[in-house]
């Protein structure tokens, strides 16, 4: 496996940060956002291999739904692509998670924190932290399937009122039983709250509490952990690389998906930076790529020009940005046409700046 190794960030201070994982930074699965278009944009934008991107959260039976054509409904396999996967059925979990290995993908991951009521009603996501021993059994099962890429879990602090130390620390020691215990856990360092608030509420209401992160840290010091929640600086970032193996951003990379270059520049003191004219063109030719190749209409189809414009929406900002979307939006809806869509694009860009 190639989750980890020693890895050298080169310093911000005197002395020179070791992290147990090969890429110590990554993104956060958010649904509807990290779609693999969304994906190529951050590829794109920081191709150096040096961050996990995570993709949206996928059910096991969808992955398996979509066997044939796991490319397109999860996105391109890539050595630094995360896929995140749930569901509570042992053996489909370990079955998508083995399919997802064979089609070339490195690494997924499990959700135990997603709080939202859909979720909840499937008896996955954040639930499963109230039964570990169900989350122990679905790694084991990896064993039986022959799964080696590495399979790791995302959690909350807690759930409800099971929310003290004791309780995380069970939930960690359970997993550790499994025959194959996660090689790296993800916790989002919020407790979450399964009836009355919305999945948004949950990322924002439960109060951040990265001292019980660190905590568990220390109290097992052979499991590196990566922390979750409310990262929006980079000197944050660095910070909590500290006391940590790693750190996961979410919103801020969703709104201003440019900020990886702001950790390239001031982490990894790498200046050769994309401008966004060069990111933009380097999106569109990936859209024409795909819109150019032939689909039957039996093949699981192509993602509309809508959906495909989204990802370039963050990048331009203020007037011009206000422009771009209603200039775009208006084109889209009299022409819909894939073969038209740099074209669209570039015509909307060019009216946005007057």
């Given at each position: 496996m190639t989750l980890f190794r020693k890895t050298l960030i080169p310093t911000w201070s005197k002395r020179t940060l070791h992290t147990r994982l090969q890429r110590p930074i990554s993104v956060a699965p958010m649904v509807d956002i990290t779609t693999p278009q969304f994906l190529e944009l951050l590829h794109i934008i920081s191709g150096k291999d040096r961050y996990d991107y995570y993709t949206e959260m996928h059910h096991c039976q969808?992955?398996?739904?979509?066997?044939?054509?796991?490319?397109?409904?999860?996105?391109?396999?890539?050595?630094?692509?995360?896929?995140?996967?749930?569901?509570?059925?042992?053996?489909?979990?370990?079955?998508?998670t083995k399919l997802l290995q064979d089609y070339g993908y490195k690494h997924v991951n499990i959700n135990n924190g997603c709080p939202s009521p859909n979720v909840?009603?499937?008896?996955?996501?954040?639930v499963l932290m109230r039964t570990p021993e169900l989350v122990s059994d679905?790694?084991?099962?990896?064993?039986?399937?022959?799964?080696?890429?590495?399979?790791?879990?995302?959690?909350?602090?807690?759930?409800?009122?099971?929310?003290?130390?004791?309780?995380?620390?069970?939930?960690?020691?359970?997993?550790?039983?499994?025959?194959?215990?996660?090689?790296?856990?993800?916790?989002?360092?919020?407790?979450?709250?399964?009836?009355?608030?919305?999945?948004k509420q949950n990322?924002?209401?439960?109060?951040?509490?990265?001292?019980?992160?660190?905590?568990?840290?220390?109290?097992?010091?052979?499991?590196?952990?990566?922390?979750?929640?409310?990262?929006?600086?980079?000197?944050?970032?660095?910070?909590v690389l500290e006391k940590v193996d790693g750190c996961m951003i979410g919103r801020k990379v969703m709104d201003e998906p440019i900020f990886l270059?702001?950790?390239?520049?001031e982490i990894y003191k790498d200046d050769q930076v994309k401008s966004i004219d060069q990111i933009t063109t380097e999106y569109l030719d990936y859209v024409d790529k795909l819109y150019s190749r032939p689909i039957s209409k039996d093949e699981y189809g192509l993602p509309p020009a809508t959906l495909m414009v989204r990802p370039l929406m963050?990048?331009?900002?203020?007037?011009?940005?206000?422009?771009?979307?209603?200039?775009?939006?208006?084109k889209l809806k009299h022409d819909k046409l894939p073969t038209q869509f740099s074209n669209?694009?570039?015509a909307s860009l060019m009216q946005s700046k007057i």
């Open positions: 969808a992955v398996l739904h979509h066997a044939d054509h796991l490319d397109r409904f999860v996105g391109a396999p890539r050595s630094n692509i995360v896929v995140q996967l749930g569901g509570s059925e042992i053996e489909p979990m370990a079955k998508a909840q009603h499937g008896s996955f996501g954040a679905m790694l084991s099962a990896m064993v039986k399937h022959n799964v080696t890429i590495p399979v790791t879990v995302k959690c909350r602090t807690g759930v409800d009122h099971q929310d003290d130390f004791e309780f995380l620390t069970n939930y960690v020691k359970t997993l550790n039983q499994s025959e194959r215990p996660p090689p790296h856990l993800i916790v989002h360092a919020r407790k979450c709250i399964l009836k009355g608030l919305s999945p990322r924002m209401i439960p109060p951040l509490n990265y001292e019980r992160v660190f905590e568990l840290s220390r109290a097992f010091p052979d499991l590196p952990i990566t922390i979750n929640g409310g990262f929006t600086e980079v000197d944050q970032i660095k910070s270059q702001a950790l390239d520049q963050p990048l331009y900002k203020g007037r011009q940005g206000r422009n771009f979307r209603r200039h775009i939006q208006e669209l694009v570039s």
